[in-house]
Every structure is written in structure tokens, then in C-alpha cells.
């Protein structure tokens, strides 16, 4: 099966737990990947055979911009709305990381990776 990874979409979000999380807000990265079949957009050249990846984009913004407690939740919205938008998709995954994230440590990141498909 043939794949189109978009990486490093990066998004200010309010996500979490914590009413200053909601206040505050932070850093966000996400990186997509769907599989589907490029044999046909390959033989056409037609943006309507293939994996928009504009689409992708639209959808994790339009999710990320909602606020939810868990990143999990999130993720899981933007694989519903991408599922939804593109019928040529057969599998969804993506990988949603909250940079510096407010705990008792220096920690890069914490991320969930999350995955459906038809």
C-alpha cells in the first residue's frame, strides 16, 4: 500500500488537564501518515484521484483549534475528520506531540501515536 506522510505541522493549542493549560496554551507538532493507492493519481495527474494533503492539513488545524483535556482525544478526532474527508484513505496515522509539556521535569515532548483504518 502506498503512503503520503505530512510532518511537522506545528499548531499553538490549549489542550490539558489543567485550567492553566487552557489559559496558557502551548506548542503542538503533528505528523500524518495515510495509505491509500497512488497508482492511479500517478497515471492521471489529478488532484481529485489522490491524498490531498491540503485536506490533512485543514483537518488537524480545524481539530487542533477545538479544546480537549487529553491529546489522545484530539488525535483521535483529527483520524475521525480525516476518515470522513478523504473516502480514498484506507489507513490513518498520526503522531501528536505536546512540546514542553507542564510536568515535574525537563521533557521535550510527550506524543501519542494513534492509527485506523476502513
Known amino acids: 500500500m502506498d503512503r503520503i506522510e ?5 499548531l499553538f493549542g490549549y489542550h490539558g488537564c489543567l485550567d492553566e493549560e487552557g489559559k496558557i496554551g502551548t506548542d503542538y507538532r503533528v505528523n500524518v501518515t495515510v495509505w491509500g493507492d ?5 497515471q492521471t495527474d489529478e488532484l481529485k484521484d489522490t491524498l490531498d494533503y491540503v485536506i490533512i492539513n ?9 479544546r480537549s483535556k ?7 478526532r483529527i483520524l475521525d475528520g480525516l ?4 473516502p480514498l484513505v484506507q489507513k490513518a496515522e498520526i503522531k ?3 512540546l514542553q509539556p507542564p ?14 483504518s476502513r
Open 6 to 10: 505530512v510532518e511537522g505541522i506545528k
Open 38 to 42: 497512488l497508482h492511479r493519481p500517478a
Open 58 to 66: 485543514r483537518v488537524v488545524k480545524q481539530e487542533m483549534a477545538v
Open 70 to 76: 487529553l491529546i489522545e482525544h484530539v488525535a483521535q
Open 83 to 86: 476518515m470522513a474527508e478523504m
Open 96 to 98: 501528536l506531540s505536546k
Open 103 to 116: 510536568i515535574n521535569g525537563d521533557v521535550e515532548s510527550v506524543s501519542v501515536v494513534m492509527a485506523t
